[in-house]
T-cell receptor, first 114, second 112 residues
């Protein structure tokens, strides 16, 4: 079955560490996205990518970095510059950034700073 | 002002009840609209798209009022399994590329 796989499901980070969250899709979707969700808040866009080797900052990109070297993969690195990284991170993909398409989400990664 | 605004609830209803959620959006250029469902500590899942003429999917009916920039979701004959948070979602079009903007959600609790 096609879908999006995020790993790990839970991640603990020490202060000052960089961590990388994995996102892989086999839906053959061109566009991929990273969102962050905090308790009681809506999803906020971190980065998005329309095609391979291209990505753009979203609304809250500071302290994060991404790469898109393969169509299937869009990893997110949470750097030590992100001051409040504890959150639920969601990766999504869509068939196209054009038109009336919804997103398919992965099951998410819960990141906690210890 | 938030781009997408929803009443956070919770809406507490008995099984079998009809319940309606509303949502307003600020970007008049938005063209795509959706309702997503999110269960506790899970990812959002697409419930239905919202079309200009309104649309129905089983017990769920979605309506769009472009003039008022208002979207609604009606759930008939509520089931216990409908308990979840319902997210109102609109697109933000930037040089032709669609990015979705999510509301904070309305929580529904259906009781026996």
């Amino acid at each position: 079955d096609g879908g999006i796989t995020q790993s790990p499901k839970y991640l603990f980070r020490k202060e000052g560490q960089n961590v990388t969250l994995s996102c892989e899709q086999n839906l053959n979707h061109d566009a991929m996205y990273w969102y962050r969700q905090d308790p009681g808040q809506g999803l906020r866009l971190i980065y998005y990518s329309q095609i391979v080797n291209d990505f753009q900052k979203g609304d809250i990109a500071e302290g994060y970095s991404v790469s898109r070297e393969k169509k299937e993969s869009f990893p997110l690195t949470v750097t030590s510059a992100q001051k409040n990284p504890t959150a639920f991170y969601l990766c999504a993909s869509s068939d196209s950034g054009q038109g009336n398409y919804g997103y398919t989400f992965g099951s998410g990664t819960r990141l906690t700073v210890v | 002002r938030k781009e997408v605004e929803q009443d956070p609830g919770p809406f507490n209803v008995p099984e079998g009840a009809t319940v309606a959620f509303n949502c307003t959006y600020s970007n008049s250029a938005s063209q795509s609209f959706f309702w997503y469902r999110q269960d506790c500590r899970k990812e959002p899942k697409l419930l239905m798209s919202v079309y200009s003429s309104g649309n129905e999917d089983g017990r769920f009916t979605a309506q769009l009022n472009r003039a008022s920039q208002y979207i609604s979701l009606l759930i008939r004959d509520s089931k216990l399994s409908d308990s979840a948070t319902y997210l109102c979602v609109v697109n933000r079009r930037n040089t032709g590329f669609q990015k979705l903007v999510f509301g904070t959600g309305t929580r529904l609790l259906v009781s026996p």
